[in-house]
C-alpha cells in the first residue's frame, strides 16, 4: 500500500498569518494520523514563512516510534537568524526521511527536480552525511529527466517525481502523456534499486490515476490541495478519503 504523509505546512501559513499558536500545527498532525495517514511532512525554510524549528521538533516527538517523518528542503541553504540549517535540523530530529528539493527563497513553491548530472558532485556528500543520521534519502526530480538512475549512484535511497505537469494537464483533461512520463521513471528508478515517492499538486481528482498507474509507489506526499479540500469536508474526513484512495 502506497504510504500517505501529509505536508502540514499550510496550517503554519494560516497560523502564522495572524501570529499566536492558532490553527495548532501538532494538533492538525494528530488528527491526520488518527485518520490514518502513515506520516507527516513539513518543509521548512530559511524566511520560515510557514513551519518554524520549533515545530519540526515537536513534529518530530509527536512521529516517533508513531509514523515516518518526513523533513524536505534545501540542504544548501545557509543558516540564518533562527533557522539552522536543514541538516542540523536533521542531526537534532532524526526523520524518517529526508527529501532535498533544489529550491530558493524567491520560489512560492518547489515547481523542478534536481538536473542530477550538473549536481552529483555537491549532492553526494550531502547525502552521505544526512545518510550517517539515519534517515532514507530522497532526491526531487522531474518526470523523464535523464539522470534519473544517477541518484543511485549519489547514495539517495529514493527519488521523488514531480507531479505538478501531470496535476496540470490532468485539469485539461488530456494527461495521458505526463503519467506515461511519470510511470517511465518510476520504473527506470525501479531498475536502479531506488524507492519512488511522488508529490506536488496531488488531489482527490488525480490520485486515483496516479496510484493506478504507478503501482510501485512507496508514498506520496501532500498538502496543499488536502488542507483546501479540509476547508469544506474538515482534515479527518479528508484524510481518511485520500487513505481510501491508495487503498485500492
Known amino acids: 500500500m502506497t504510504l500517505l504523509s501529509v505536508n502540514v505546512n499550510k496550517i503554519a501559513v494560516l497560523r502564522n498569518s495572524r501570529g499566536g499558536a492558532e490553527p495548532d500545527v501538532m494538533r492538525a498532525a494528530t488528527v491526520c494520523l488518527q485518520a490514518g495517514a502513515g506520516g507527516i511532512t513539513v518543509h521548512p525554510r530559511p524566511d520560515q514563512?510557514?513551519?518554524?524549528?520549533?515545530?519540526?521538533?515537536?513534529?518530530?516527538?509527536?512521529?516517533?516510534?508513531?509514523?515516518?517523518?518526513?523533513?524536505?528542503?534545501?540542504?544548501?541553504?545557509?543558516p540564518r537568524d533562527r533557522y539552522p540549517g536543514l541538516l542540523a535540523l536533521v542531526a537534532e530530529t532524526r526523520p524518517t526521511q529526508c527529501t532535498l528539493v533544489p529550491d530558493s527563497d524567491a520560489?512560492?513553491?518547489?515547481?523542478?527536480?534536481?538536473?542530477?548530472?550538473?549536481?552529483?558532485?555537491?549532492?553526494?556528500p550531502l547525502v552521505a552525511a544526512l545518510k550517517a543520521y539515519g534517515c532514507r534519502v530522497s532526491l526531487f526530480v522531474d518526470a523523464d529527466g535523464a539522470d534519473v538512475e544517477?541518484?543511485?549512484?549519489?547514495?539517495?535511497?529514493?527519488?521523488?517525481?514531480?507531479?505538478?505537469?501531470?496535476?496540470?494537464?490532468f485539469v485539461?483533461?488530456?494527461?495521458?502523456?505526463?503519467?506515461?512520463?511519470?510511470?517511465?521513471?518510476?520504473?527506470?528508478?525501479?531498475?536502479?534499486?531506488?524507492g519512488v515517492n511522488a508529490g506536488?499538486?496531488?488531489?482527490?481528482?488525480?490520485?486515483?490515476?496516479?496510484?493506478?498507474?504507478?503501482?510501485?509507489?512507496?508514498?506520496?506526499?501532500?498538502?496543499?490541495?488536502?488542507?483546501?479540500e479540509a476547508m469544506y469536508a474538515g482534515l479527518r474526513a479528508t484524510v481518511e478519503a485520500y487513505v481510501a484512495i491508495l487503498a485500492l
Open 49 to 78: 514563512r510557514h513551519i518554524r524549528p520549533d515545530d519540526v521538533r515537536a513534529l518530530a516527538v509527536l512521529c516517533a516510534g508513531r509514523a515516518e517523518f518526513n523533513i524536505e528542503g534545501n540542504g544548501f541553504a545557509p
Open 107 to 124: 520560489q512560492i513553491t518547489s515547481d523542478h527536480g534536481f538536473d542530477l548530472a550538473a549536481d552529483a558532485t555537491r549532492l553526494k
Open 200 to 228: 506536488h499538486d496531488l488531489s482527490q481528482t488525480n490520485l486515483g490515476a496516479l496510484r493506478a498507474a504507478l503501482p510501485q509507489l512507496d508514498e506520496v506526499s501532500i498538502g496543499h490541495a488536502l488542507m483546501g
Open 150 to 169: 544517477r541518484a543511485a549512484d549519489i547514495g539517495a535511497d529514493r527519488v521523488e517525481i514531480y507531479t505538478g505537469p501531470f496535476a496540470e494537464a
Open 172 to 194: 485539461h483533461g488530456d494527461y495521458a502523456r505526463e503519467l506515461e512520463a511519470c510511470n517511465r521513471t518510476a520504473e527506470r528508478a525501479r531498475r536502479a534499486g531506488l
